[in-house]
């Protein structure tokens, strides 16, 4: 029994990763904004924040970092899709290329560098409790994190003005406009906001989820949190969702290989991304759904003087 609390355990924390990265980029979507850039972004605030534990030995200031790189990196993006005009998804592409191979860059001298030794969190009592305590109570801070994080944008996107604004904002920008809203401002608000919570992720994934660094350590939960985007529906419960069910399926591999299971490796490897694909087939397949759901000028330039 103890063994399958671990396996729940270990499913939230995987999935609190791509959690935190995909309501990130639910933001800059519900904005109007794609964002392919996401890998790289997580890529160069995974190397930030590791970097500054090494030298500070505080976890938050790794955090910190990553949120600031992550949302530096996201302000690049805005200024170029959003004044500038360029293509949403061509300059996604390019700051995704350019984080892998300026993270390895950076990287290079960290590669041995081990970060020192932390305790472990436990609720005191609850995280006594069989089954339940393991599962539950003896968590990262950050995993009760992204699930208040969720309830907090289920407030702000449906219940609170800013958020109906901002949703304005991708539905209709030029109505957003017309009723005197800085429709410009709003979505670098969102891109940037977005861009902050997918630095966390990249941070949480080189401080806490695998205390190392290795060149590509991200290993596509960028793309598999962009993913999640679609997979939910644009809705933060069904994100969350999404994203313990694809941590479940990522630490199934370990445990199948744990007890003794004969299956190739090669083949454990590969079953989030495959899991990821029939997914997005599977929503495909009713197209009506999707554009239900879907911010109505998702990817489309803005131009406030047309």
Not at 117 to 140: C, K, M, N, T, Y
Request: aromatic share 12%; hydrophobic share 55%; proline share 4%.
């Amino acid at each position: 029994m103890e063994q399958y609390a671990l396996l729940f355990a270990a499913s939230l924390n995987a999935g609190t990763v791509l959690a935190i990265a995909a309501l990130g980029l639910l933001i800059n979507e519900k904005a109007g904004v794609v964002n392919l850039g996401a890998e790289g972004m997580m890529l160069c605030s995974a190397i930030a924040g590791f970097a500054a534990v090494v030298h500070t030995g505080n976890d938050w200031l790794g955090f910190l970092a990553g949120i600031g790189v992550g949302a530096l990196t996201a302000a690049i993006l805005g200024v170029l899709v959003i004044w500038l005009n360029t293509n949403q998804y061509a300059t996604g592409l390019a700051l995704s290329l350019f984080g892998a191979g300026f993270s390895a860059f950076a990287g290079i001298s960290y590669t041995q560098a081990k970060l020192p030794e932390r305790g472990h969190f436990a609720f005191p009592v609850l995280s006594d409790i069989p089954f339940i305590g393991s599962a539950l109570f003896r968590q990262h801070p950050m995993v009760y994190f992204a699930i208040g994080l969720v309830i907090f944008l289920m407030w702000f996107l449906y219940r609170s003005r800013s958020g109906m604004v901002l949703r304005s904002v991708g539905e209709s920008p030029e109505s957003a406009h017309a009723l005197g809203y800085n429709v410009r401002r709003i979505r670098m608000a969102a891109v940037v906001a977005g861009g902050a919570l997918c630095g966390l992720a990249g941070a949480y994934i080189a401080v806490i989820y695998t205390p190392l660094w290795v060149e590509g350590m991200v290993a596509g939960k960028g793309w598999i949190a962009l993913a999640l985007t679609t997979f939910g529906t644009w809705r933060p419960i069904r994100i969350l969702m999404g994203a313990y069910l694809f941590g479940g399926v990522t630490m199934l591999q370990f445990h199948l290989q744990g007890a003794g299971v004969q299956v190739p490796s090669e083949f454990l490897n590969m079953l989030p991304y495959v899991a990821t694909i029939v997914v997005l087939a599977m929503i495909s397949r009713n197209p009506a759904w999707i554009r239900i759901n879907m911010p109505a000028s998702l990817g489309k330039p803005f131009h406030p003087g047309a």
